[in-house]
């Protein structure tokens, strides 16, 4: 933990009741790289490697469509489509949620579906802050070196999904 900050150890915790969901754009399926069959393989060991860590998802979505192939549609980010699918069919509140990305897209399609981006500088994210910034056209309110810094940040923020078991509010 970074000295001075409030304590939240991640690891000592059970369960925080944060809800989790994975929205990712696969146009590669449209494409023709990849079969549907491959990215449900992948989403399946992605499960299994978060669940030998004691984590887990909710749900994933993703979009396998390309405008040039399947027509336009709303939900590829940075359009809001997915994440406010996710938001509906599950009951979750926009206002006490936010989107963690490495690409400039992931926050641009929070700020449509109205809640704040973090961006991580792991994957893309580094590059596309350094060589792209201008295709930044909203502030992410947080740059995270990976995602457990994302989530202590979040945890600190308190921009947590209503539903947190136990009922406890601060
Ligand atoms: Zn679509």
Same mark, same amino acid.
């Given at each position: 933990? $970074?000295?001075?900050?409030?304590?939240?150890?991640?690891?000592?915790?059970?369960?925080?009741?944060?809800?989790?969901?994975?929205?990712?754009?696969?146009?590669?399926?449209?494409?023709?790289?990849?079969?549907? !069959?491959?990215?449900? !393989?992948?989403?399946?060991?992605?499960?299994?490697?978060?669940?030998?860590?004691?984590?887990?998802?909710?749900?994933?979505?993703? $979009?396998?469509?390309?405008?040039?192939?399947?027509?336009?549609?709303?939900?590829?980010?940075?359009?809001?489509?997915? @994440?406010? $699918?996710?938001?509906?069919?599950?009951?979750?509140?926009?206002?006490?949620?936010?989107?963690?990305?490495?690409?400039? @897209?992931?926050?641009?399609?929070?700020?449509?579906?109205?809640?704040?981006?973090?961006?991580?500088?792991?994957?893309?994210? $580094?590059?596309?802050? !350094?060589?792209?910034?201008?295709?930044?056209?909203?502030?992410?309110?947080?740059?995270?070196?990976?995602?457990?810094?994302?989530?202590?940040?979040?945890?600190?923020?308190?921009?947590?999904?209503?539903?947190?078991?136990?009922?406890?509010?601060?």
């Amino acid at each position: 933990m $970074r000295a001075g900050s409030p304590t939240i150890d991640l690891f000592a915790q059970d369960n925080l009741g944060l809800r989790v969901f994975v929205v990712t754009n696969q146009s590669g399926v449209a494409r023709g790289y990849f079969t549907e !069959e491959t990215l449900a !393989e992948v989403h399946r060991r992605l499960r299994d490697g978060l669940s030998r860590g004691g984590a887990s998802v909710d749900a994933i979505y993703h $979009r396998p469509h390309l405008p040039a192939i399947t027509g336009e549609c709303d939900c590829r980010k940075p359009r809001p489509g997915m @994440i406010q $699918r996710a938001l509906r069919e599950h009951d979750i509140d926009a206002r006490r949620s936010c989107v963690v990305g490495d690409s400039w @897209i992931d926050i641009e399609a929070g700020a449509a579906a109205g809640m704040p981006g973090l961006l991580v500088l792991t994957g893309y994210g $580094r590059g596309l802050l !350094e060589f792209q910034k201008n295709r930044f056209t909203t502030e992410p309110v947080h740059v995270a070196d990976d995602l457990l810094d994302a989530a202590r940040w979040i945890l600190e923020h308190d921009r947590t999904p209503q539903d947190r078991r136990g009922g406890e509010e601060r």
